[in-house]
């Protein structure tokens, strides 16, 4: 079965950095796409940055264009996302997504996700 598992959250100063990993299973498929997503409490889901697997195209939304950066490691199938310069308005749960598609991540569909890892910056 399809796993994906969050992890590297925390609490952090706002400026501090972050790094959270995402680790996918259960699958054999080469062509996928990973995104990263966030929601915050009364917010929509944000797409924020995915990758896909089979071309590295990446796409990152306007709110962290310059302060994050997604990166992969294939042979462990996992994809982190390196988050400098966190804001107070960062604060969120972070997500993971799985596209079995994986030729344009920013339109994927993203039909597995993992279990969120939770992200709070402060003053």
């Known amino acids: 079965e399809v796993q994906l598992v969050e992890s590297g959250g925390g609490l952090v100063q706002a400026g501090e950095s972050l790094r959270l990993s995402c680790a996918a299973s259960?699958?054999?498929?080469?062509?996928?796409?990973i995104g990263w997503f966030r929601q915050a409490p009364g917010k929509e889901r944000e797409m924020l940055s995915c990758?896909?697997?089979?071309?590295?195209?990446?796409y990152y939304s306007d709110s962290v264009q310059g302060r994050f950066t997604i990166s992969s490691d294939n042979a462990k199938r996992t994809v982190y996302l390196r988050m400098n310069s966190l804001k107070l308005e960062d604060t969120a749960v972070y997500y993971c997504?799985?596209?079995?598609?994986?030729?344009?991540?920013?339109?994927?569909?993203?039909?597995?996700w993992g279990q969120g890892t939770q992200v709070t910056v402060s003053p």
């Open positions: 259960g699958f054999t498929f080469e062509d996928y796409a």
């Open positions: 990758i896909s697997m089979n071309n590295m195209s990446i």
């Open positions: 997504a799985l596209d079995l598609v994986g030729t344009w991540c920013r339109l994927g569909e993203y039909h597995y």
